[in-house]
């Protein structure tokens, strides 16, 4: 009965180590971005961290292994088990040290979590286990563990409870083993009521802190954002959060700013109009992205336009701004419009597998701030645009900025144009954003900007219009590079722009 137990504690202990570096990783590419460089590096020094957990586990007494596995295992869960929640405020309040904070809280987890396994296996031993039953019982279970934790991290962990809450979860397992190790070998171990009691506090504290996770998390959004945050959620894809102050409506994902509702009204009118002006007789348009509505809004001000089919990959975006109040008064209730189908897919697999043809093409992502996004600004991406655009039709694309990311920005454009499309690159002024860029783009190479527009804007007029298509000098155009799957140079440019902005 004791053996099988501590052959089972195993899956459990192996489900956690797992758990903790799955979510330092998850954590890291919300805040910093850049997945594969945060996951890298998290794998790596949380691997390294176990080879010299398991180095210092042969300086443990054989009469000691077991309370060394019963202390280490309420160790484990109280560092682990806060370590979600304790970064996410140091980034919020403390943003300096948060590098510091996020590789020694691996580093320290791994080295417990690197204990563990050899402690098990020594345990074993000394009960007279046979040598290969028990290297193959212990590691199967080990395998196991990891296997079950891959699954439920992505599908139902993270999406449902978030990443501060799974932390804890993951904490009390680990201080559960502890405890009930501790009640089955209580006549081989020392200060029995020493160990129970420190189990149970730490089972308690981290229970406080699962409750509490909410409070928690919205405290330290508090001090990320500044201002009042009216909704915030994880879902499987991003962490959306909408604050506001006095009549300003902000959304962020990821921590990065999407809109301002005081001025969204600028970026939104120059990403529509100007292709749409000059598309009278367009009757359908397809949205990537702009599952917030507010592109749709402008779209449909466009009496002649029958149907509009938007594709957005996260249903609880599109869901936020169909259903709460002050969102569907900003966007209008586009979202709802009988005009309008709203897919949730990816945008690359929806256009590969349907066939339809559009008058326009209206792109509104997200920065390529990963390689997730990335790969929606590549050469095969844009390659796959052009097959549903109509021979007439025009498409755009949101660019970053021209002034603060021109690497990004002139890439974009010769993706496009490595794509066999022709480009018309422009700019405007967001106050929230600065210079912001946008790329229109045709299989005609005759587009002209709209010297009028057939309703009242609130931004636009012939005199703006032009000016967004001329660049001054300090944003003047520069040889690009195509953004290639196998390579992602987009990302790297992104990131290097947007750093050196950053210092």
Not at 140 to 148: E, P, Q, R, V
Not at 150 to 172: E, H, N
Request: glycine share 8%; with cysteine; net charge neutral.
């Amino acid at each position: 009965m004791r053996d099988r137990t501590l052959v089972i504690s195993v899956l459990i202990v192996a489900s956690c180590g797992l758990g903790y570096e799955l979510i330092a990783g998850a954590l890291s590419s919300y805040l910093l971005g850049d997945s594969i460089l945060q996951f890298s590096s998290i794998i790596g020094c949380y691997l390294f961290a176990m080879g010299v957990g398991s180095w210092l586990s042969r300086y443990v007494k054989d009469e000691d292994v077991l309370a060394r596995f019963i202390d280490i295992e309420v160790l484990v869960g109280l560092l682990g088990g806060i370590s979600a929640a304790l970064l996410f405020v140091v980034f919020a309040w403390l943003s300096a040290p948060f590098r510091t904070a996020l590789y020694a809280l691996v580093f320290l987890t791994g080295v417990l979590v690197g204990m563990e396994i050899p402690l098990v296996m020594r345990i074993l031993n000394a009960r007279r286990a046979a040598f290969s039953d028990l290297v193959s019982r212990v590691l199967t279970f080990d395998y196991l563990g990891a296997l079950a934790v891959s699954l439920v991290f992505p599908l139902v962990l993270a999406p449902r409870l978030g990443l501060s809450r799974t932390g804890f979860l993951f904490g009390m397992l680990n201080a559960a083993v502890a405890l009930y190790t501790t009640r089955l070998f209580r006549d081989e171990l020392p200060q029995v009521p020493l160990r129970t009691m420190r189990a149970l506090v730490v089972i308690a504290l981290l229970g406080a802190g699962f409750a509490g996770s909410d409070r928690l998390t919205h405290w330290a959004e508090r001090g990320l954002f500044g201002d009042e945050i009216i909704h915030s959620e994880s879902t499987p894809y991003q962490r959306l959060v909408i604050t506001r102050w006095k009549d300003d409506l902000r959304l962020y994902i990821n921590g990065n700013l999407q809109f301002s509702s005081r001025d969204e009204h600028r970026y939104h009118e120059a990403l529509v109009h100007p292709v749409l002006q000059a598309l009278p007789w367009a009757r359908t348009v397809l949205v990537i992205g702009g599952g917030d509505g507010l592109a749709l809004r402008e779209i449909l001000r466009h009496r002649q336009i029958e149907h509009v089919t938007l594709v957005d990959l996260d249903p609880a975006m599109t869901t936020l701004f169909s259903h709460s109040a002050p969102l569907r008064a900003l966007n209008r209730d586009s979202l709802r419009d009988a005009r309008v189908t709203v897919v949730n897919a990816d945008a690359a697999q929806w256009m590969e597998q349907n066939a339809e043809v559009f008058d326009a093409i209206i792109v509104d992502l997200p920065d390529p701030s990963n390689f997730g996004l990335g790969k929606l600004y590549s050469v095969p991406m844009y390659r796959l645009l052009s097959r549903h655009l109509a021979e007439k039709g025009y498409a755009v694309v949101q660019s970053t900025s021209p002034y603060y990311a021109p690497r990004s920005f002139w890439g974009i454009d010769a993706t496009l144009r490595e794509a066999g499309l022709h480009t018309w690159p422009y700019h405007a002024y967001v106050p929230s954003f600065g210079e912001w860029g946008f790329i229109l783009a045709g299989k005609r190479g005759d587009y002209t900007p709209p010297a009028r527009y057939d309703m009242p804007m609130r931004f636009l007029d012939a005199d703006s219009t032009a000016l967004m298509f001329r660049f001054p000098p300090d944003m003047a155009p520069r040889a690009g590079h195509a953004n290639r799957l196998n390579e992602q140079s987009l990302v790297h440019d992104f990131e290097r722009d947007w750093g050196n902005v950053i210092r």
